[in-house]
T-cell receptor
């Protein structure tokens, strides 16, 4: 069974600084998808960024980028120029390609942004 | 922007009672999901639903659980006889397809408290 591990229950960053959230996963599949979801307080989870495992190039969405290391099964999220609105729970998630629609989540990392 | 909505936001029920959690997915989406998160634990997949039938379910989704799409807009999760361990946040999600890295859109959740 696939598992996703987020080893940092909490992180904090100063406004305008850069922070990296860690995620590792375990799978025997070669084709899969990885996601980072953000959940602000009392709000729904929204997708931040996604990565297809077959793509070597790291995904980027504005201030958000990932460092995808397939051999190491690592998928970290980098937030540049952190803003107060980035404060949220961040969940890393895995979905296998084909045959299953379910997302497998990590436990989440609570990010605090200090002014 | 279209959103997934869920009602109620908080439900308190006594052990052994039936509860129905309601979700309105995004209107052109075809795939629907329920996940749950017990306090302090991971978000866990319960069930996926497509074309009026369950397409995948987890081992958590036993005979006490059922899902239904009673009309063209609602998607419900019923727990027949609630247990204390059913206390959790329940998230509904929907997606347009399951192709590639298609995004699952999440609702804000229903907090279920079983006393």
């Amino acid at each position: 069974a696939q598992t996703v591990t987020q080893s940092q229950p909490e992180m904090s960053v100063q406004e305008a600084e850069t922070v990296t959230l860690s995620c590792t996963y375990d799978t025997s599949e070669s084709d899969y998808y990885l996601f980072w979801y953000k959940q602000p307080p009392s709000r729904q989870m929204i997708l931040v960024i996604r990565q297809e495992a077959y793509k070597q190039q790291n995904a980027t969405e504005n201030r958000f980028s990932v460092n995808f290391q397939k051999a190491a099964k690592s998928f970290s999220l980098k937030i540049s120029d952190s803003q107060l609105g980035d404060a949220a729970m961040y969940f890393c998630a895995y979905r296998r390609q084909g045959g299953s629609e379910k997302l497998v989540f990590g436990k989440g990392t609570k990010l605090t942004v200090n002014p | 922007e279209p959103e997934v909505t869920q009602t109620p936001s908080h439900q308190v029920t006594q052990m052994g009672q039936e509860v129905i959690l309601r979700c309105v997915p995004i209107s052109n989406h075809l795939y629907f999901y329920w996940y749950r998160q017990i306090l302090g634990q991971k978000v866990e997949f319960l069930v996926s639903f497509y074309n009026n039938e369950i397409s995948e379910k987890s081992e958590i989704f036993d005979d006490q659980f059922s899902v239904e799409r009673p009309d063209g807009s609602n998607f419900t999760l019923k727990i027949r006889s609630t247990k204390l361990e059913d206390s959790a946040m329940y998230f509904c999600a929907s997606s347009e397809t399951v192709a590639g890295v298609d995004e699952q859109y999440f609702g804000p959740g229903t907090r279920l408290t079983v006393t």
